[in-house]
């Protein structure tokens, strides 16, 4: 099978790719990526022999029928990611996470090939923190950033696509990732990277939120088998059972990295903060097979505070970078 990845110079889809091509399953791997900030071209690096890079936008519609025409299925990873810009600056977002999954939908229909696109539990919206209850995939759409509007858009469009249009597609909506090659501008990398440069993590508003952890690994290991044993036209929810609240995390690392564990401050709180993801991975488990390999936190913490230790100069430019935007925005 080849393969045409998208965003795949980004946290996920460079781990996806680094992942397809060590399982030797697929014959030409095929990366398309803007190269925005997010993007970290070093994260390929083991694999430029075996792959094939083409730099360029899912916003280019030529383009994106030219490398659609040549494969057989598409995992479309290429998306703006980070809420908080996307309360900045909502633009790049409907132009990566909307445009481009138009113009990758109509490029599948043309030349009849297969989809998946992966997308968040963000579509959901929020749960309360006593909420017995958890995202399945029959929730209803309530998402509540400029980030999360597109991302839910973007599954209305592809199950249009394969209503309408008879498009082969599939959805995953999976929980927030943390583990190697991660941008240091999320919650993880940032508190790790300021720890290494002696400042304190920040939390923010409360630090009570929750989210629900799953390394990066197990989230592709989910994508690997939705592409080869997902039924087309499902939608699959992927997630590890691993709710923690963000002070719990800071804490944790604090401890990993030989800090005290209040050594942190809490700053202003995001606009509009969800509170809590959560994900029944019931469906997966059972129609898949599929199960999280990364079971112990503490120990992918410890393995990802190694990883971010032990790789400066992967996102030394990046950090100044990021901690430019956060000092505008006062976070
Ligand atoms: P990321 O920001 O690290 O990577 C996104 C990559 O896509 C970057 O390399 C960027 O340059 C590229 N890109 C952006 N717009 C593009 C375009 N128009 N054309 C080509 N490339 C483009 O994001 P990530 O965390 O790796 O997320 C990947 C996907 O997984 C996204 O669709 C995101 O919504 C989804 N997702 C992420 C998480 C998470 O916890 N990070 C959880 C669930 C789903
Ligand atoms: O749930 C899946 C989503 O997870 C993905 O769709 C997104 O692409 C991904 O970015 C992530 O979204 P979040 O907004 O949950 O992730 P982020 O890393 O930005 O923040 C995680 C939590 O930590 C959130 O409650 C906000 C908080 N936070 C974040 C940063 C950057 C802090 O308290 N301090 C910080 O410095």
Not at 63 to 91: K, M, Q, T, Y
Not at 296 to 324: F, I, P
Request: net charge negative; aromatic share 10%; with cysteine.
């Amino acid at each position: 099978m080849d393969i045409l990845v998208t965003g795949g110079a980004g946290f996920i889809g460079s781990n996806y790719v680094l992942q397809v091509v060590a399982s030797g399953c697929y014959g030409r791997v095929v990366v398309i990526d803007s190269l925005s900030y997010a993007a970290n071209v070093a994260s390929l690096a083991p694999v430029a022999g075996a792959i094939e890079f083409v730099e360029g936008s899912t916003a280019d519609a030529a383009l994106v029928d030219r490398l659609v025409a040549g494969v057989d299925v598409v995992v479309n990873f290429a998306a703006e990611s980070h809420n908080d810009n996307s309360l900045n600056d909502p633009r790049p977002f409907l132009e990566s996470n909307i445009i481009g999954v138009w113009n990758l939908l109509e490029a599948v229909r043309r030349h009849g090939k297969r989809i998946h696109h992966v997308s968040t539990d963000e579509v959901f919206g929020d749960l309360q923190l006593d909420d017995p209850g958890r995202f399945t995939e029959g929730t209803a759409y309530r998402p509540s950033s400029p980030y999360s509007a597109t991302k839910a858009g973007a599954d209305h469009l592809v199950r249009a696509w394969a209503r309408s249009f008879g498009v082969r597609a599939t959805i995953s909506n999976c929980s927030n990732n943390y583990g190697p090659r991660q941008h240091v501008e999320k919650f993880i990398p940032r508190q790790i990277t300021n720890i290494l440069l002696g400042e304190k993590p920040k939390i923010y508003g409360t630090g009570k939120n929750v989210r629900d952890w799953i390394h990066v690994e197990d989230h592709n290991r989910a994508l690997e088998a939705i592409v080869e044993r997902g039924r087309v036209g499902e939608t699959y929810l992927i997630g590890a059972e691993c709710e923690v609240d963000n002070v719990t995390i800071v804490r944790a690392l604090l401890r990993i990295m030989g800090k005290p564990e209040d050594w942190f401050e809490f700053v202003s709180d995001r606009p509009g903060h969800d509170l809590r993801y959560a994900i029944d991975p019931g469906k997966i488990v059972t129609e898949l097979g599929w199960g999280p390999e990364f079971q112990d936190l503490q120990a992918g913490l410890e393995a990802t505070v190694a990883w971010y230790s032990d790789n400066e100069q992967w996102w030394a430019a990046a950090k100044t970078a990021a901690e430019k935007v956060y000092a505008v925005i006062g976070r």
